[in-house]
């Protein structure tokens, strides 16, 4: 047990190895969280109705975590109600920086199309009234994400062997419950830090599009290791200029209708996110790339913590895993293998 804590990675290192390794860290990302915004958004074609969903399945998941009660993905996917702790529409309007009559008037229209449900004091999402998106994908996503960090952390010996995606996959699946409470940790948080510097997430939506757009044709472009610092130098605080694309890509991209669209692509152009040349295709601004960094930053930390208690849980089982299968006959062994 000694030896499995003097191993433990801390959040720092992974911090350092995404600043090393931005060009490949900082597109597999930023593509997951566009995928996941869109994921987001297909429901009820409305970002905080689901965010509210999201938010209430989080509380399910802190009630099982103070009560050490653990689901695996069948376990909780199987059931077609899903019950929640008490709580009111000022906890869910300060949660998700929800003005307190939106947050009444979302709440309202989901209980009306029965998605969720009051019943005394408890509080039950029917799966059935609504097409709820099970997080399979975002499980693909991630273990690939965390594979590749794995190989990297061979490469330069902070781990002892890598993670391939289908380990991954099913350690997450195994440990359902828990490891999405931590993802939710993450996710809802850093999406509200966007959501703070654009005003509301269809504007942040729009922008990430262009951003996961970006990184994709630099990558096509260049394949080579490149810190943060080289990469926003080379790419994006010098005058060369990046392919961008129209309203009705980004429209097909996010599933938010053009008009609504084009109404975010003037905002951000106006407050300098984005830049507009001769055809019409949208690019990031140099502007505003120093505030987009730091906010960046900030979440490339939570990521970074997140990522480490994730890795940390599997070496463990990795750990405890190997010491049982020693400890079984040869025969046994050869049999397991087979």
């Given at each position: 047990?000694?030896?499995?804590?003097?191993?433990?990675?801390?959040?720092?290192?992974?911090?350092?190895?995404?600043?090393?390794?931005?060009?490949?860290?900082?597109?597999?990302?930023?593509?997951?969280?566009?995928?996941?915004?869109?994921?987001v958004y297909e429901p009820f074609k409305d970002h905080d109705k689901y965010m509210i969903i999201l938010y209430l399945i989080k509380k399910t998941f802190d009630f099982y975590s103070k009560n050490f009660v653990k689901e695996t993905f069948i376990e909780f996917y199987q059931k077609d109600f899903i019950q929640i702790e008490p709580l009111n529409v000022m906890e869910i309007s300060q949660g998700?920086?929800?003005?307190?009559?939106?947050?009444?008037?979302?709440?309202?229209?989901?209980?009306?199309?029965?998605?969720?449900?009051?019943?005394?004091?408890?509080?039950?999402?029917?799966?059935?009234?609504?097409?709820?998106?099970?997080?399979?994908?975002?499980?693909?996503?991630?273990?690939?994400?965390?594979?590749?960090?794995?190989?990297?952390m061979l490469n330069e010996k902070i781990i002892k062997s890598n993670f391939t995606s289908e380990e991954i996959a099913k350690f997450i699946e195994k440990n359902f419950s828990h490891i999405w409470k931590?993802?939710?940790?993450?996710?809802?948080?850093?999406?509200?830090?966007?959501?703070?510097?654009?005003?509301?997430?269809?504007?942040?939506?729009?922008?990430?599009?262009?951003?996961?757009?970006?990184?994709?044709?630099?990558?096509?472009?260049?394949?080579?290791?490149?810190?943060?610092?080289?990469?926003?130098?080379?790419?994006?605080?010098?005058?060369?200029?990046?392919?961008?694309?129209?309203?009705?890509?980004?429209?097909?991209?996010?599933?938010?209708?053009?008009?609504?669209?084009?109404?975010?692509?003037?905002?951000?152009?106006?407050?300098?996110?984005?830049k507009i040349n001769y055809k019409k295709h949208y690019t990031l601004a140099h502007e505003t790339q120093k505030e987009v960094s730091q906010i960046q930053r900030l979440n490339f930390n939570h990521l970074a913590n997140f990522t480490s208690r994730v890795f940390n849980l599997m070496l463990i089982d990795k750990v405890v895993l190997k010491n049982t299968y020693d400890k079984l006959t040869p025969g046994v062994q050869k049999y397991l293998n087979l």
């Open positions: 047990m000694d030896q499995i804590i003097s191993n433990q990675l801390r959040k720092e290192q992974l911090t350092i190895v995404f600043e090393k390794n931005y060009n490949a860290v900082s597109p597999l990302w930023s593509n997951h969280q566009i995928e996941w915004m869109n994921g998700l920086d929800i003005p307190k009559e939106s947050a009444r008037r979302k709440i309202i229209e989901l209980e009306k199309i029965g998605a969720i449900k009051k019943i005394g004091k408890k509080i039950i999402i029917d799966k059935k009234a609504f097409p709820f998106v099970k997080p399979e994908k975002s499980i693909v996503r991630i273990s690939r994400f965390f594979s590749t960090l794995s190989t990297i931590l993802y939710y940790e993450l996710q809802i948080p850093m999406i509200l830090k966007w959501k703070k510097t654009f005003s509301d997430l269809e504007s942040f939506h729009v922008w990430g599009a262009c951003v996961v757009n970006e990184q994709l044709n630099i990558k096509r472009k260049c394949d080579l290791k490149m810190n943060k610092a080289t990469y926003l130098n080379k790419y994006y605080n010098t005058l060369s200029e990046l392919e961008g694309m129209n309203a009705m890509s980004i429209s097909d991209i996010t599933g938010i209708p053009r008009a609504t669209v084009i109404r975010k692509l003037n905002i951000l152009l106006k407050n300098k996110y984005l």
